[in-house]
């Protein structure tokens, strides 16, 4: 059974910090996309950042570009998403997403991606 299990999510004033992990198993993820994705209360869920799992090739939505930072760590079969410079608009629940993806528009989609986590709360405040 696939699962994606995130952790890190918190509350964190303007300016902070936050890292958000996700942990894949039950498959190997070697040809994989792995994505983040948030969801505000009443908005649409949006692009946050991907990577490709064996190459490690990075993708970023515009709003968070320079601020937060996507990795893998395939020793530790992890993904993170490491975010500064946080700001109240970045409240939301962050949702870790793994897709066969193998067009690089594609990585911005999230009907590529067929496995999802829970999603973690992530709260800004101001």
């Known amino acids: 059974q696939v699962q994606l299990v995130e952790s890190g999510g918190g509350l964190v004033q303007a300016g902070g910090s936050l890292r958000l992990s996700c942990a894949p198993s039950?498959?190997?993820?070697?040809?994989?996309?792995m994505g983040w994705f948030r969801q505000a209360p009443g908005k649409e869920r949006e692009f946050v950042a991907a990577?490709?799992?064996?190459?490690?090739?990075?993708y970023y939505a515009d709003s968070v570009k320079g601020r937060f930072i996507i990795s893998r760590d395939t020793a530790k079969n992890t993904v993170y998403l490491q975010m500064n410079s946080l700001k109240p608009e970045d409240t939301a629940v962050y949702y870790c997403?793994?897709?066969?993806?193998?067009?690089?528009?594609?990585?911005?989609?999230?009907?590529?991606?067929?496995?999802w986590g829970q999603g973690t709360q992530v709260t800004v405040s101001s």
């Open positions: 997403a793994a897709g066969l993806i193998r067009t690089p528009r594609a990585y911005y989609s999230d009907t590529y991606y067929g496995y």
């Open positions: 039950g498959r190997a993820f070697t040809y994989y996309a």
């Open positions: 990577v490709s799992w064996n190459v490690g090739s990075t």
